[in-house]
């Protein structure tokens, strides 16, 4: 979040009145500051934007009962806190990182009052913890939904363990684990795949022992002299008992779900049936996953091609939830596939920006010996962070935009794959004789370019995102079901969009009486239908 984010407003004015409209959220927050510069609050929010995806804080907003007014301040008071900032944000008493520049302060005058826009960016690996005073262990924050909340002391040793210039978490060398801790038939499967893939490659001819040396699954450290397995080699290849010896809180859980359904109707987990290693859930889960997708029959050269451009989207999905995962923290690889949508949740936070990582070019890798080890068999190529190849794919198949997200407590990073195609008839099953306007659900390209501008906080007017809303609900969906489709959250549906298109009678609720009925859906009206 930073100052160029105001530049798809035509002036700061209609900037605020935006994120006033918003209230406050995970990237915007709102300080009063008649009382003097508010410190106490200020700095807690800096922090938590510095230690998360970065974010706008507004001096000069009143908050009461909820709602948000733009009193202002006078422009000597203004001046006066700009300056306050500036001396309190190089004193390293007062907070650990300057992070801004004189383009990321706007001084603004709305409505005949002064305000301060600071624009807090997000802080690098190499900068993070941001805290708050002089003690990183007990003033150092992030964002959660609307709130700063305090990080917790395993939290802060991650932050400080990542800072360091090479990173590679998972060449430890593990004490008390041996060759016997892993699976042979899982290194005899990843060796064939390899020789399969590149016959002629030196490494085809070593032992074990040597192969797995040349991938670092089994190291040596040169200044004691130790030697053994490394964490990527047991998680790896391991027995699925060494590495919950090593790591108890180690799972890869893989749910289907119905429509409708709140309970899986399969799944595949850690059920003694199977090694639970990271090679065995490639080989077992990713089919699976990618049996959604239609197989083509395509000829290049003599050889057969039986892969899209999305089978790779998944493939590339499925190994970086495996390399980028924090596996020293308290979570778990997760994949839920639901009829409209795949997500993939992996412990840790990003080590890069969102906007790096649609960009593309730039990978930082937690694990880059399981990097190397997936790219020996294919899986996985080792320039760029692969969102080019998962956005890419999804685009071709004409699913919808990929969604990367960050919760807390616990840290995951969670990518959204929606699996809706507004070009045939999965979503709609409308049978009124209006109905036959939804049929084709409108140009898939319009619920693309919503998503992507709700991805990079962009404003989207009501006339867009309503006839979106028209075309998807042309049968009964929830306001939960929507957000999945569009990107929204479920609040700002609920609080902001919902109410007015049943007030101007463009979609109705299937609950005409109780309103706040946890149950509710909504349907396009035939106003609604004739306005698209």
């Not at 706008?56 to 001046?79: D, M, Q, Y």
């Not at 590679?168 to 699976?183: C, K, Q, R, V, Y």
């Not at 699976?288 to 050889?303: A, C, K, T, W, Y």
């Not at 501008?453 to 006339?463: C, D, G, L």
Request: with cysteine; aromatic share 10%; hydrophobic share 30%.
């Amino acid at each position: 979040m930073i100052a160029s984010d105001t530049t798809q407003y035509k002036t700061i004015k209609e900037y605020l009145d935006w994120l006033i409209a918003e209230k406050e959220t995970a990237c915007v927050e709102f300080k009063y500051g008649k009382g003097g510069f508010p410190h106490k609050e200020f700095w807690p929010s800096y922090s938590s934007f510095a230690n998360s995806e970065g974010g706008v804080i507004i001096i000069g907003v009143k908050e009461k009962n909820g709602c948000f007014f733009p009193e202002g301040l006078s422009a000597e008071t203004v001046n006066h806190y700009e300056k306050i900032f500036w001396d309190s944000v190089n004193d390293p008493n007062q907070v650990s990182r300057k992070l801004m520049t004189n383009n990321d302060v706007i001084k603004t005058e709305y409505n005949g009052n002064y305000f301060l826009i600071f624009f807090i960016p997000r802080a690098t690996r190499e900068e993070r913890p941001v805290y708050v005073g002089q003690n990183p262990m007990r003033s150092i924050y992030r964002r959660n939904a609307s709130g700063d909340y305090l990080c917790k002391e395993w939290e802060v040793a991650i932050m400080l363990a990542e800072q360091r210039p090479k990173l590679a978490m998972d060449i430890e060398i593990l004490e008390g684990f041996t060759i016997d801790d892993l699976d042979k038939e899982s290194i005899r499967g990843f060796r064939q795949m390899f020789m399969t893939l590149k016959p002629t490659h030196p490494w085809t001819e070593d032992d074990d022992i040597t192969l797995l040396r040349h991938m670092k699954a089994y190291g040596k450290d040169r200044i004691s002299g130790k030697e053994g397995l490394t964490l990527s080699g047991l998680l790896m290849f391991g027995k699925y008992d060494s590495i919950t010896d090593a790591i108890p809180q180690f799972m890869i859980d893989y749910r289907e779900y119905g429509p409708y359904s709140e309970r899986w109707s399969d799944r595949i987990y850690n059920d003694g049936t199977w090694e639970s290693n990271l090679y065995q859930a490639y080989r077992k889960i990713l089919p699976r996953i990618q049996s959604i997708l239609p197989v083509p029959f395509r000829l290049e050269g003599n050889e057969r091609v039986d892969e899209t451009k999305a089978h790779k989207a998944l493939r590339e999905a499925f190994v970086n939830l495996c390399i980028h995962a924090s596996y020293q923290s308290d979570s778990k690889l997760l994949i839920l596939k639901y009829p409209d949508r795949i997500i993939f949740s992996n412990p840790g936070t990003m080590l890069i920006s969102k906007e790096q990582y649609y960009s593309g070019g730039e990978s930082i890798c937690r694990n880059p010996s399981l990097q190397t080890m997936f790219s020996m068999i294919g899986a996985v190529e080792k320039a760029g962070s692969g969102a080019d190849t998962i956005v890419q794919g999804w685009n071709e198949a004409k699913f919808g935009t990929p969604i990367i997200s960050e919760r807390s407590e616990p840290n995951k990073v969670e990518l959204m794959l929606p699996i809706i195609s507004l070009t045939d008839n999965s979503v709609s099953k409308g049978d009124s004789k209006g109905d036959s306007k939804g049929d084709s659900k409108g140009d898939s390209k319009s619920l693309q370019k919503i998503r992507e501008k709700i991805s990079k906080r962009k404003k989207v007017p009501y006339e867009e995102s309503s006839k979106i809303i028209i075309e998807l609900c042309y049968d009964w969906l929830s306001t939960q079901e929507l957000a999945n489709k569009i990107g929204y959250s479920v609040s700002h549906l609920k609080n902001k969009i919902i109410p007015r298109m049943v007030s101007d009678g463009f979609i109705e609720p299937f609950d005409k009486i109780s309103s706040t009925n946890p149950e509710q859906k909504y349907r396009s009206t035939e106003k609604g239908k004739r306005n698209i």
